[in-house]
C-alpha cells in the first residue's frame, strides 16, 4: 500500500512538472532551417557560436539540408530568440525552428553526415 | 618601361588578390592569412570580427621585383566591413567594403603615407562562385586602382566538414596607365575544415599561394 502511494506521488508530481514546464524536458533536438548555407568554410561560425551555450551538447550542420541541428543538455532547452541571434552573428539567416525527439545520432544518420 | 612596371605591378596585384576571398570570418572569429606571390611578393594578414558585419587588423606586405628590382613594404592597419548580405536560399550575396592606412616603404630609403580603399560583390552558390572587386592604392609616390573579376566552378557539391574543390579564374583590368589589357590566372581552391589553401599560376607561368584559418 505504500509503495503504491509512492508510485501515485511520482506520477502526480511528473505530471504536474510536464504542465509547468512543457518546453524544458521536451527537446532532445533543435532543427534549424538556415538560408544562405552554401560554404563549408564560411559555415564554422555556426558550430563555434552555438556550441558555446551551456545548453548545447552536440551541433550538426548540413548544406545539402539547409539544416543546423543542436542537441541540448537533458532537461534544457534554448530559446529561440537566443538560436537566431547565434545564427545571425555567424552571418546567417534562420527560416524555421523545430524541435524533435530525435537525437542527433539519427538525425546524422538521416542527412548522411558523419559525427566528429 | 611602362610595360615592365605593368607585369610588376601584375606579379603583385594577382598574387594579392586571393588573400581577399571573404575579410571578414564570423563574429567573434579570427582570420589568419599569408602569401607567396610570384616570387615578387610576400604577405601576412590578421583580423577579428568583433560583430559578422565587420573586422579588424592589420597586415604586411612585402614586394620585390624581379624585373628591375624595385621594393615596396607595406605596413597597415586595416577595417573590413559588410554592408550588405543576401542569405537566399541556395545562395548567398556579399558586399564588403574596407580601408587601410599604413606606412610603405619605397625602394629601401622613403617611408611614405600609404592608404588603400576597396569594394567588392560576390556570389556564391554551392557550384558556382563569382566576385567583382575594385581596389584603389594611393601614396605620394605610387597610385593605382585595380578592377577585378573572379569566376569559380566546383566539380561537386562540398559538405560541412569535408573536402571542397573549387577552379577558378581570374581577370584583372588596371587603370591609371598602369598595364594595358586584362590578365589572366587559373587558381585551384581547397578548402576543408578551418584551412583553405589556394594555388595557381598567372598567365606567364609564374606561381601564386595563399594559406588561410579561420579560428
Known amino acids: 500500500m505504500k509503495k503504491l502511494s509512492t508510485l501515485i506521488l511520482a506520477c502526480l508530481v511528473?505530471?504536474?512538472?510536464?504542465?509547468?514546464?512543457?518546453?524544458?524536458?521536451?527537446?532532445?533536438?533543435?532543427?534549424?532551417?538556415?538560408?544562405?548555407?552554401v560554404c563549408g568554410f564560411c559555415a564554422q561560425g555556426i558550430e563555434k557560436t552555438l556550441r558555446k551555450n551551456p545548453a548545447t551538447t552536440d551541433v550538426l550542420v548540413s548544406l545539402e539540408h539547409k539544416l543546423v541541428a543542436v542537441a541540448t543538455k537533458d532537461g534544457s532547452d534554448i530559446a529561440d530568440a537566443e538560436l537566431r541571434?547565434?545564427?545571425?552573428?555567424?552571418?546567417?539567416?534562420?527560416?524555421?525552428?523545430?524541435?524533435?525527439?530525435?537525437?542527433?545520432?539519427?538525425?546524422?544518420?538521416?542527412?548522411?553526415?558523419?559525427?566528429? | 618601361m611602362k610595360i615592365r612596371s605593368g607585369l610588376w605591378l601584375g606579379f603583385w596585384l594577382v598574387a594579392a588578390s586571393a588573400a581577399h576571398a571573404k575579410p571578414i570570418a564570423f563574429a567573434d572569429g579570427t582570420t589568419v592569412m599569408a602569401e607567396y606571390g610570384a616570387g615578387t611578393m610576400k604577405e601576412v594578414q590578421v583580423f577579428y570580427a568583433p560583430t559578422y558585419r565587420y573586422s579588424l587588423g592589420g597586415g604586411h606586405l612585402s614586394l620585390r621585383s624581379d624585373v628591375d628590382g624595385r621594393a615596396r613594404d607595406i605596413t597597415y592597419a586595416r577595417i573590413n566591413y559588410l554592408p550588405k548580405r543576401w542569405n537566399l536560399e541556395n545562395a548567398q550575396a556579399n558586399v564588403f567594403v574596407w580601408a587601410s592606412a599604413g606606412r610603405a616603404l619605397v625602394d629601401d630609403t622613403d617611408s611614405v603615407f600609404a592608404w588603400n580603399?576597396?569594394?567588392?560583390?560576390?556570389?556564391?552558390?554551392?557550384?558556382?562562385?563569382?566576385?567583382?572587386?575594385?581596389?584603389?592604392?594611393?601614396?605620394?609616390?605610387?597610385?593605382?586602382?585595380i578592377d577585378t573579376l573572379q569566376l569559380g566552378f566546383a566539380p561537386y557539391k562540398h559538405d560541412y566538414g569535408t573536402l571542397a574543390f573549387w577552379f577558378v579564374v581570374q581577370g584583372r583590368n588596371y587603370t591609371g596607365e598602369l598595364y594595358d589589357g586584362i590578365e589572366w590566372a587559373g587558381l585551384l581552391r581547397i578548402f576543408k575544415g578551418n584551412a583553405w589553401l589556394e594555388a595557381g599560376a598567372t598567365g606567364d607561368g609564374k606561381l601564386q599561394a595563399m594559406l588561410m584559418f579561420n579560428f
Open chain 1, 14 to 37: 511528473s505530471g504536474i512538472a510536464s504542465v509547468i514546464a512543457p518546453g524544458i524536458a521536451s527537446a532532445a533536438t533543435i532543427e534549424m532551417q538556415v538560408n544562405g548555407l
Open chain 1, 85 to 116: 541571434k547565434a545564427l545571425t552573428n555567424a552571418g546567417y539567416d534562420v527560416k524555421a525552428i523545430t524541435r524533435t525527439q530525435n537525437s542527433l545520432a539519427d538525425l546524422r544518420k538521416r542527412v548522411g553526415v558523419k559525427g566528429k
Open chain 2, 117 to 145: 580603399g576597396g569594394g567588392q560583390f560576390d556570389y556564391e552558390t554551392r557550384r558556382i562562385y563569382g566576385s567583382l572587386r575594385t581596389d584603389l592604392h594611393e601614396s605620394s609616390r605610387y597610385s593605382h586602382r
